[in-house]
């Protein structure tokens, strides 16, 4: 069943207890992100959402490759968290739980900022006045990491 919209989504959600179309194929199986292969079509790389690690699989999808996991991306959360305390005077954000990485695997994106830095990538707000271009010309950028309902995903220039 080819997708045109998201209303075609909730057609199916709306169907009850018959399900149909999108709904009964993926219900057949269960989907395991841990098992299925990273391998795409065409030999793209996506790796599929475990979790809440949906930050490190934005991530890896939008560089092509596993180089984002969510040891390293933790590290630079609480990297953040122990610059924020210094700057904020420290003592009573201490024992607080991290501004940065919740205990599902959820990542801020400063985190998402610091890590794609780390490895030599730049990484703009899209709101930021050095973001402009990238809204006049989006098809001129590599990619973009997006937020919606507290879920990361990238959208990347193949080619």
Excluded at 20 to 43: N, R, Y
Excluded at 100 to 123: K, M, P
Aim: charged content about 20%; hydrophobic content about 35%; glycine content about 12%.
């Amino acid at each position: 069943m080819p997708i045109h919209s998201l209303s075609d989504l909730k057609k199916d959600d709306n169907r009850g207890s018959r399900q149909s179309g999108m709904a009964e194929a993926l219900s057949q199986q269960p989907v395991d992100g841990e098992k299925l292969s990273a391998e795409g079509p065409h030999g793209l790389y996506h790796e599929k959402q475990i979790g809440s690690l949906c930050a490190v699989h934005a991530m890896n999808n939008l560089v092509q490759g596993p180089y984002f996991n969510e040891i390293s991306l933790a590290e630079v959360a609480h990297g953040i968290d122990a610059q924020e305390r210094v700057a904020m005077g420290g003592g009573w954000l201490e024992g607080q739980a991290s501004g940065n990485v919740r205990e599902d695997g959820f990542f801020s994106v400063q985190v998402i900022q610091a890590a794609l830095t780390h490895q030599g990538l730049s990484c703009t707000p899209i709101g930021a006045e050095s973001a402009r271009a990238a809204l006049n010309d989006p098809c001129a950028e590599k990619g973009f990491i997006l937020n919606r309902s507290e879920h990361w995903f990238a959208l990347r220039r193949l080619g």
